[in-house]
């Protein structure tokens, strides 16, 4: 459908832009308002305080037991995410999905469904990709709670997670998201798949930075990223990981409402 792609384009145009710009101002610590250092928490210590008795609750999966990773995917839906979902379908594996609402939920409700049957965790990425820190509370509350209402309405699932765009959050972001029920995740492997669409050096990125308990920050609106999937999925296993959703990163402990995890 060439308009659908039209606008694909020009979103992923965009998005590419400010991510550069983010990018260039800062690193992955950033620039937060009202804060001088962002305090995350790790997998790890969330399994350790669930206690070593307490079940996986995620099948066979115990990532206290075996090396897993999480690829986690922003911005979408997109033009693209069909044919991720077919390469997530033949892996094997489950991803996150931080779903982004404007010209995305609302352009591919039929993917978002699609995810949430094949087994995915849908997650909240804002409805206009605003910068969180530089808005308002009651923009803040919009931009959190319209996603969340329409990926319940398409799925029946409320999603419990949520990544600020760029990564940027302050305190007034922690105690919003508290409000609403959502955890915030950042990640620890970036491609910066933003800056390229050569999948080699996509693959290349993530690879050299995974380790066992990873979160995996990709885009699949950007043309290089699924052509990129496969080969990371295959290199991944072939290291031993195994590749889970953010929960099941977790698992037996939860996402607290308000905390931030990476």
Not at 44 to 71: H, Y
Not at 122 to 145: M, Y
Request: charged share 25%; proline share 6%; glycine share 8%.
């Amino acid at each position: 459908m060439p308009s659908l792609s039209g606008k694909m384009t020009k979103t992923g145009t965009r998005l590419r832009a400010i991510a550069t710009l983010a990018a260039a101002a800062s690193s992955l610590t950033l620039a937060l308002s009202g804060c001088t250092k962002l305090e995350t928490t790790s997998p790890s210590s969330v399994r350790g305080a669930a206690g070593a008795q307490a079940p996986a609750g995620f099948g066979t999966v115990d990532c206290g037991r075996v090396k897993c990773i999480a690829l986690t995917f922003d911005a979408g839906p997109s033009e693209n995410s069909a044919r991720l979902l077919d390469i997530l379908k033949e892996k094997k594996v489950p991803a996150t999905f931080f779903l982004l609402g404007k010209r995305h939920i609302d352009t591919y409700p039929e993917l978002v469904r699609r995810m949430a049957d094949e087994g995915h965790e849908l997650a909240n990425h804002t409805w206009t990709h605003k910068i969180l820190t530089d808005a308002e509370p009651d923009e803040i509350r919009e931009e959190l709670e319209r996603p969340n209402k329409e990926i319940e309405r398409l799925t029946g699932q409320r999603p419990t997670l949520m990544r600020p765009p760029q990564g940027r959050t302050d305190d007034t972001v922690h105690e919003i998201s508290r409000e609403l029920g959502l955890a915030e995740v950042l990640w620890s492997v970036t491609a910066k798949d933003y800056q390229t669409n050569d999948s080699d050096l996509i693959t290349e990125r993530v690879l050299k930075q995974s380790s066992r308990d990873g979160i995996i920050l990709l885009h699949d609106i950007y043309d290089g990223t699924v052509p990129a999937v496969p080969g990371i999925i295959d290199a991944l296993k072939k290291r031993g990981y195994v590749l889970v959703t953010v929960p099941q990163l977790l698992a037996p402990g939860k996402a607290e409402p308000g905390k931030v995890y990476r």
